[in-house]
């Protein structure tokens, strides 16, 4: 008898082993992280540099960027927010695809005014420009410039098109059928990490009204509604920012062919009552072209912003969600 409770003994001692080995394997830091390259208004292009933007080097800077991005282990993805190309000029985007021809991560897009600009006769219309990204990009099967996907399940992606590509402006605006989608994307998604790609800054990084979302204030009045965390990742404005509000980090990521000429390195780590946000700023290896554009960059420290504009860790608490009392 005594035998045989011992090997029960051993069995229920080899039992809970096998569990707590099997979970630790199934548990994986790659489940509740998300990691990625953001890269801003690249300005893809052949004029030449006008005084402090890169135009003609802008091939050699985003060459540079993907070369250091392959260096790195552990990405999900790079994804370019906006101005990818400076016009929308079919050679213009092929060498844009052909630079990406060397990436090892796959690509995720969102448009910038330049991209999809519209009126001259060389310029690309607005479905042409789509066909091609599908052609090049088998990470862009979709139909729209405006989309959403589930990376992992712990987080959301929403990209928007604020562009006013019909009347070429710089300004940007938020479509009433975006608007839609947005609160749509956000109601289903209460219990997830929302990542939100677009060119224009929700919130700007510095006064411009010929650069900033002309309806800006009803995007915001969405975004009030929810308690989950919330990150908007932009371009546009040239600049490096990184604000929080509550529960809303608004990241501004400076371009590759104006100084500082630099990209980011983003960290999401999900846990059950917070989230760690680790923000991770790399220059270009092209000190010369860098050096250039800085002496041709009036306030040029404005662009650079402050280290914790560039490299920074953020936290924000989870808030308990209210449950619903079951109607009557």
């Given at each position: 008898?005594?035998?045989?409770?011992?090997?029960?003994?051993?069995?229920?001692?080899?039992?809970?082993?096998?569990?707590?080995?099997?979970?630790?394997?199934?548990?994986?830091?790659?489940?509740?992280?998300l990691r990625f390259a953001q890269i801003s208004d690249s300005h893809i292009s052949e004029r030449a540099n006008t005084s402090y933007?890169?135009?003609?080097?802008?091939?050699?800077?985003?060459?540079?960027?993907?070369?250091?991005?392959?260096?790195?282990?552990?990405?999900?993805f790079i994804v370019f927010t906006g101005d990818m190309v400076d016009e929308p000029i079919a050679q213009y985007w092929k060498d844009?695809?052909?630079?990406?021809?060397?990436?090892?991560?796959?690509?995720?897009?969102?448009?910038?005014?330049?991209?999809?600009?519209?009126?001259?006769?060389?310029?690309?219309?607005?479905?042409?420009?789509?066909?091609?990204?599908?052609?090049?990009?088998?990470?862009?099967?979709?139909?729209?410039?405006?989309?959403?996907?589930?990376?992992?399940?712990?987080?959301?992606?929403?990209?928007?098109?604020?562009?006013?590509?019909?009347?070429?402006?710089?300004?940007?605006?938020?479509?009433?059928?975006?608007?839609?989608?947005?609160?749509?994307?956000?109601?289903?998604?209460?219990?997830?990490?929302?990542?939100?790609?677009?060119?224009?800054?929700?919130?700007?990084?510095?006064?411009?009204?010929?650069?900033?979302?002309?309806?800006?204030?009803?995007?915001?009045?969405?975004?009030?509604?929810?308690?989950?965390?919330?990150?908007?990742?932009?371009?546009?404005?040239?600049?490096?920012?990184?604000?929080?509000?509550?529960?809303?980090?608004?990241?501004?990521?400076?371009?590759?062919?104006?100084?500082?000429?630099?990209?980011?390195?983003?960290?999401?780590?999900?846990?059950?009552?917070?989230?760690?946000?680790d923000f991770y700023f790399n220059e270009t290896t092209l000190k010369n072209l860098q050096e250039e554009s800085k002496v041709n960059?009036?306030?040029?420290?404005?662009?650079?912003?402050?280290?914790?504009?560039?490299?920074?860790?953020?936290?924000?608490?989870?808030?308990?969600?209210?449950?619903?009392?079951?109607?009557?």
């Open positions: 008898m005594k035998i045989k409770n011992n090997i029960k003994k051993i069995c229920f001692a080899l039992l809970a082993l096998i569990t707590i080995t099997s979970s630790a394997i199934a548990f994986s830091f790659k489940d509740i992280t933007k890169m135009l003609g080097n802008s091939i050699l800077l985003l060459t540079d960027t993907i070369k250091q991005i392959n260096k790195m282990n552990g990405l999900d844009f695809f052909e630079i990406l021809t060397s990436s090892k991560y796959p690509i995720l897009m969102a448009f910038g005014n330049h991209d999809l600009a519209q009126g001259k006769g060389e310029y690309l219309t607005h479905n042409e420009i789509l066909e091609l990204i599908k052609k090049y990009n088998k990470n862009y099967p979709f139909d729209k410039t405006y989309y959403a996907i589930t990376p992992k399940p712990d987080f959301r992606i929403i990209t928007l098109d604020l562009t006013q590509y019909k009347t070429g402006t710089s300004n940007g605006e938020i479509s009433p059928e975006q608007l839609a989608f947005l609160d749509e994307e956000l109601s289903k998604n209460q219990d997830k990490i929302i990542i939100i790609f677009q060119h224009f800054p929700t919130l700007e990084p510095f006064n411009s009204n010929d650069h900033n979302i002309i309806n800006s204030q009803a995007y915001k009045d969405i975004l009030a509604k929810y308690n989950m965390p919330i990150a908007i990742f932009s371009g546009h404005y040239h600049t490096t920012k990184i604000t929080q509000e509550n529960n809303i980090i608004h990241v501004s990521t400076p371009s590759l062919v104006t100084y500082p000429n630099a990209f980011r390195v983003i960290n999401i780590t999900n846990y059950k009552d917070r989230v760690i946000f960059t009036i306030s040029y420290s404005t662009f650079y912003g402050t280290e914790k504009d560039r490299s920074t860790t953020i936290t924000i608490k989870k808030k308990k969600r209210k449950e619903k009392k079951n109607e009557q």
